[in-house]
C-alpha cells in the first residue's frame, strides 16, 4: 500500500515502524516527520493541519490510507475531507473529534451513554472557578476545556495553584472542574469503524516529570505494556478489556453514531480503576503518546491491514488483534527545562550503541539534522523501547541504551515499569 502517516512525534515514528516490519512492503510518506522518521519514511513538506493540502498530496500521489497521527489535524477537519474525496482515512472526523477536542463535549457523550466518569463543573470564570473547587474539595483536578498538548490538567491540593492552573486558560474559554478520582491509571486503545470496536493491548504511562511520581504533568515520561496486575482485580488481562469494550468503549461508538457523527479511527479511553468500578478520566481521538511505542512492537497482525479495515467500514470481518508474550518498556529523553520552557537545539550522541542493544529501537520524538549531527528540536526528544520476554530483561536493556545517549541537560525517569519487575 502506499500509505501516508500525518505527524512529527515518537507516536508516528512507533506506527511507521510497525508498517515497515510487516510482510509486505509499503511505500510510506509522512507529512512532515522528524529527523529520525526520515530513515523509514519518505518526508514530504505538508501542513498536516491543512485539508486541502492533504487531500491534494493524496489524491495526485494515489494513497491508499492516510492514517492521522496527532490531535490537531482531526481537530481541522482533515479527515473529512479526505473522506468527501473517496480517500481512506484512519482519524475520525471534526464533530467526532471533539470527544478530545471538547471535555465538556465528551462529558456530554458519556452521559448520554450512560458511561461511568467522575462529576464535573464546567466553569467560565475565576468566581465559578472558586465556587467548583470549594465543591469538589482537594485535591483539586482543573482541565482546559481544548486542545491543550497533553499539559492542560493539574492534580493538586494546593487552592492557589489550582487557581493558578484555571486563570491561565479561562482566557481561551471555559475550564472544567472535576471530582477527583483514586487509584491506578490505565490506558486502552480501540480501533473503531463507526459501528463495530475491536481493543488493543492495555498499557501504563508515567505523567509526572520526576521518578516517584513527582513534579509537573507532561505528556509522559515513559510507559509499559502489558499490566500483569489487572489480573490480581480482574481475573485476567482479557476480562478487563471486555468490560471496558461492553462498558465503555461501544457504548460511545454506539452514541456517537445515533447523533450523526460516526467515530472511524482510534479511541483513546483513558482509565481509572477506583473502589467503585471502571471510570473514565477522559477520552482522546488517536493513538496515545507514549503508550503506542509499547503497544504496537507486541502487535501480531499486521497493522496496516486493521488500521485499512477500520477506515473501510470492514472492521468486523478482520481478525481481532493479538498481542505477543513479550513485554515492552519505553523511556523518554526530554530536553532541559521541559514541560515549561525546553531548551531546544543541542546536539544529540550516542543513538547507534543505543539502538545495538538486544531488542531496542528508538521512536524520535523531536530529533533534526545539523551539519554536526542530530540536535533536539523540542521537549520530549525520543524513546528508547525494548522488548524482552520479562519486564526485568526489558528494564535492563531500556536502561542500558538510555545510559548510553548523551543530551546536554537530558531528564529521564528511572522508575518506569519498576513496580511489575518480577522479584
Not at 472526523?93 to 463535549?105: N, R
Not at 463495530?196 to 516517584?212: C, E, I, M, N, T
Not at 543513538?351 to 549531527?373: F, I, N, R
Request: no cysteine.
Amino acid at each position: 500500500m502506499r500509505i501516508l502517516v500525518l505527524g512529527s512525534g515518537a507516536r508516528e515514528h512507533a506506527i511507521i515502524l510497525a508498517l515497515r516490519s510487516e510482510e509486505n512492503s509499503h511505500e510510506i510518506f509522512a507529512a512532515p516527520g522528524n529527523a529520525g522518521i526520515a530513515a523509514d519514511a519518505t518526508l514530504v513538506d505538508l501542513d498536516a493541519n491543512d485539508p486541502g493540502a492533504v487531500t491534494s498530496f493524496a489524491n495526485e500521489n494515489a494513497v491508499d490510507l492516510v492514517v492521522i497521527g496527532p490531535e490537531a489535524p482531526l481537530v481541522s477537519g482533515v479527515a473529512d475531507a479526505l473522506r468527501e474525496r473517496g480517500i481512506p482515512v484512519f482519524g475520525p472526523g471534526k464533530a467526532a473529534a471533539q470527544l478530545e477536542g471538547s471535555k465538556t463535549f465528551a462529558k456530554r457523550i458519556m452521559d448520554a451513554a450512560g458511561v461511568p466518569t467522575g462529576g464535573a463543573t464546567r466553569a467560565h470564570t475565576r468566581a465559578e472557578v472558586e465556587a467548583a473547587l470549594e465543591e469538589f474539595g482537594a485535591p483539586h483536578v482543573v482541565k482546559a476545556d481544548g486542545l491543550a498538548a497533553g499539559k492542560g490538567v493539574i492534580v493538586t491540593s494546593d487552592r492557589e495553584a489550582a487557581l493558578a492552573h484555571a486563570d491561565t486558560y479561562l482566557p481561551s474559554g471555559p475550564v472544567l472542574i472535576e471530582e477527583f478520582l483514586a487509584g491506578p491509571e490505565v490506558s486502552l486503545f480501540f480501533l473503531s469503524d463507526g459501528d463495530y470496536v475491536v481493543a488493543l493491548s492495555p498499557a501504563q504511562d508515567y505523567k509526572r516529570l520526576r521518578d516517584g511520581d513527582d513534579g509537573p504533568n507532561t505528556g509522559g515520561m515513559g510507559a509499559y505494556s502489558p499490566l500483569p496486575w489487572l489480573a490480581d482485580r480482574f481475573g485476567s488481562e482479557e476480562a478487563f478489556v471486555e468490560a471496558v469494550t461492553r462498558d465503555v468503549a461501544q457504548p460511545v461508538i454506539r452514541q456517537l453514531d445515533s447523533e450523526g457523527t460516526p467515530f472511524i479511527g482510534l479511541l483513546y479511553a483513558g482509565l481509572i480503576l477506583t473502589d467503585e468500578g471502571i471510570k473514565v478520566i477522559e477520552f482522546n481521538a488517536r493513538f496515545g503518546d507514549p503508550e503506542t511505542q509499547v503497544v504496537l512492537p507486541r502487535l501480531v497482525e499486521p497493522l496496516s491491514e486493521l488500521l485499512l479495515a477500520a477506515a473501510s467500514g470492514h472492521l468486523e470481518d478482520q481478525a481481532a488483534p493479538s498481542f505477543s508474550d513479550d513485554v515492552a518498556v519505553t523511556v523518554v529523553i526530554a530536553s532541559e527545562g521541559y514541560p515549561e520552557s525546553p531548551v531546544t537545539g543541542r546536539p544529540l550522541a550516542g543513538l547507534a550503541a543505543a539502538a545495538s542493544v538486544d531488542g531496542v529501537h528508538l521512536a524520535h520524538a523531536a530529533t533534526a539534522a545539523s551539519a554536526d549531527g542530530l540536535i533536539a528540536t523540542g521537549g520530549r526528544v525520543l524513546n528508547v523501547v525494548a522488548v524482552g520476554s520479562t519486564f526485568r530483561e526489558a528494564r535492563e536493556r531500556v536502561y542500558l541504551a538510555v545510559d548510553a545517549i548523551t543530551l546536554e541537560g537530558g531528564q529521564h525517569r528511572n522508575d518506569i515499569a519498576a513496580r511489575v519487575v518480577e522479584d
